[in-house]
């Protein structure tokens, strides 16, 4: 088997189906499989949902709730391709796909990080466009930079299956969201395999944010940083640049939370109105004006993260809610 495709998905029937059907129009001669990983046992996709030319190479493995992360640990384990490639349920895969990154593998032991774009929204908002259009979600593709493994993202990036399985495959973490992609990166590199990008292997990513997603998502992100750092210091001190688990570190998160609490509550305020807000006229000067729209978000998605980061190293449940 050439390459194993790893879907998890949960409750979301229209996007899979999607995904599944933008991989059976794959130009490819190679053999590859599908395994579509239903986290919660429900909405496991029937026969009608898979194309009928994808039915004999789709197979799906029903889990109790444990997370996307967990999932994808599970598949992995199951994998019988020389190469695995993780996509997530909400993206659309170019037609060569497949091809790209088997391609891309020929050349040895690699980590390959393969390109996304975004799916146009009918009818956008600025907040939208914020989304599309700057490194609120995603960084750009590094143009002045060598690649690192924090360009590999779970949605759309393959790795060597035995050389994955080798040295633990995705981390055995529970509760968590994020990081799991670029820490597997990270150890294979480490391991001793080289990183590339494979800007023609793209996907379609149909994932619209709200204002709240993003609020929600940074302060688990803090939440999961505490639980990576803890399981790997190594991967962690390189991610942050520091060691986020020392006394100091938390001290100087206590301090920002405090001072910096009004501030952040303002600029919630504006942020949740941008989803109301109209888009900007396409001028030249739209770039610019995102641009500095997405700085503006520095300080409160330093807030929301540290917020994060005390609760999980404090133990407190995730009770995440708006900033009042």
């Not at 979301?12 to 579509?36: H, M, Y």
């Not at 384990?77 to 990154?101: K, T």
């Not at 149909?206 to 992100?221: A, F, I, N, S």
């Amino acid at each position: 088997m050439d390459l194993s495709v790893l879907i998890p998905t949960f409750r979301r029937p229209d996007k899979l189906r999607r995904c599944l059907e933008s991989l059976a129009r794959q130009q490819t001669t190679a053999r590859f499989e599908i395994i579509v990983g239903v986290d919660a046992g429900d909405g496991a996709p029937t026969s009608s949902d898979i194309p009928e030319s994808l039915h004999s190479a789709v197979r799906v493995e029903e889990f109790p709730k444990i997370g996307y992360i967990a999932v994808r640990r599970r598949m992995l384990q199951s994998a019988r391709g020389r190469v695995f490639l993780s996509l997530n349920d909400d993206v659309e895969a170019a037609p060569d796909l497949v091809q790209r990154h088997i391609e891309a593998h020929a050349s040895g032991l690699r980590v390959i990080g393969g390109s996304a774009t975004w799916k146009p929204v009918a009818s956008p908002t600025l907040f939208d466009q914020l989304v599309q259009q700057t490194n609120l979600i995603f960084f750009a593709p590094p143009s002045d930079r060598a690649p690192t493994y924090r360009d590999c993202y779970g949605l759309n990036m393959s790795l060597p299956t035995s050389l994955a399985c080798d040295h633990g495959g995705f981390p055995d973490i529970i509760d968590a969201y994020g990081y799991d992609d670029i820490e597997l990166a990270y150890r294979l590199i480490k391991a001793g395999a080289t990183l590339g990008l494979a800007p023609d292997a793209g996907v379609v990513h149909d994932h619209r944010y709200t204002p709240k997603d993003v609020l929600r998502r940074e302060y688990l992100l803090g939440r999961s940083a505490w639980t990576y750092a803890s399981a790997n210091p190594e991967f962690a001190r390189d991610l942050f640049g520091r060691d986020i688990r020392d006394r100091s570190e938390l001290d100087h998160a206590e301090r920002f939370l405090e001072r910096e609490r009004r501030d952040a509550v303002r600029l919630q305020s504006r942020f949740l109105a941008l989803a109301e807000a109209p888009p900007l006229p396409g001028d030249a000067a739209v770039t610019q004006t995102l641009a500095a729209l997405a700085d503006s978000w520095v300080l409160l998605k330093r807030y929301l993260w540290r917020q994060g980061l005390l609760a999980a190293s404090r133990n407190e449940p995730n009770q995440w809610s708006l900033l009042t």
